[in-house]
């Protein structure tokens, strides 16, 4: 009946028998709602609210519950579901509630457009899609912009690392600082350290004069240290104390200079396994 009652104002229905099958829609399929009862031959529905979450935070669901399992549909909304509706469920209840769930849907969808505009014009990173994959990391960068904690991104070459590094930078309040960017990989072991610390007037031959490093270039705002499993194991030494003290010594000076500096890092490599092989400090990974 419910299905009916759908199909006749226009909605395509993907059913699902049970917890494995509604995951499995989920996975194979975008649905704009997701309603579930929670009572389920196998699995239930706290089960597909929690999948439905993973795969998209935005994706609305509305949970189904008999009159005497009132405090289930609490605890599912407590967990993110949009409403509930006691059995037997009203037909034209649940349409409104999926009308509901669908223009909130669409207010959330204009609000981030409106967002990519901004930052566009500002001259910010502009990312644009909308796959469940995407919604997760944006929603990620939007909860981590608010702290100052040191964030890792890994992922495949191509895969817009610096780009979420800017728009995590845009969000958080570093963002009237500058950005600046260095790839560990692309300089020379014997010349990265010189580049991140700075150096001072006769610190090696040819340093004729004293250079910022990106440590200080940075301040007040945010340093993306792209493929930071390069980095070579002399120079995460002087990085882990950095991170550690706030404070750094350019080469060839003797005085402290205090960091105001956001650290975000990214690799394209697995650093769990360059840890055990020895080619990535643990403490440094941990911190």
Excluded: W
Excluded at 93 to 113: G, W
């Amino acid at each position: 009946m419910l299905r009916l009652a759908l199909e006749a104002q226009g909605h395509a229905v993907i059913e699902a028998r049970d917890e494995p099958e509604a995951v499995a829609a989920l996975r194979d399929s975008q649905p704009a709602v997701v309603l579930s009862d929670l009572r389920l031959p196998i699995g239930d529905g706290l089960g597909v609210l929690r999948a439905a979450k993973e795969a998209d935070p935005e994706l609305p669901v509305i949970v189904m519950t008999a009159h005497g399992s009132i405090q289930d549909a609490v605890s599912a909304m407590k967990q993110g579901a949009l409403d509930f509706l006691a059995k037997p469920v009203d037909p034209d209840h649940l349409l409104l509630l999926v009308e509901r769930a669908l223009a909130q849907r669409r207010l959330l969808n204009e609000y981030r457009l409106l967002k990519e505009e901004a930052a566009a014009r500002r001259g910010g990173p502009h990312i644009i899609g909308d796959s469940p994959a995407l919604r997760l990391a944006m929603t990620a960068i939007g909860r981590a912009a608010n702290s100052d904690t040191t964030v890792l991104l890994e992922g495949e070459s191509g895969t817009g690392k610096e780009l979420c590094a800017r728009a995590l930078h845009d969000r958080s309040p570093r963002s009237a600082g500058p950005f600046v960017a260095i790839n560990c990989a692309a300089i020379p072991d014997t010349l990265l350290e010189a580049e991140l610390f700075g150096y001072e007037r006769g610190a090696f031959t040819g340093a004729n004069q004293r250079k910022l490093g990106r440590f200080e270039l940075a301040q007040r705002g945010t340093l993306f240290l792209d493929e930071i499993g390069e980095m070579p194991m002399t120079v995460q030494g002087k990085m882990l104390r950095a991170i550690e003290t706030h404070k750094i010594e350019r080469l060839g000076g003797g005085a402290s200079i205090q960091l105001d500096v956001r650290i975000v890092a990214a690799t394209n490599r697995g650093l769990r396994q360059a840890v055990a092989a020895r080619q990535f400090r643990e403490d440094l990974y941990f911190r």
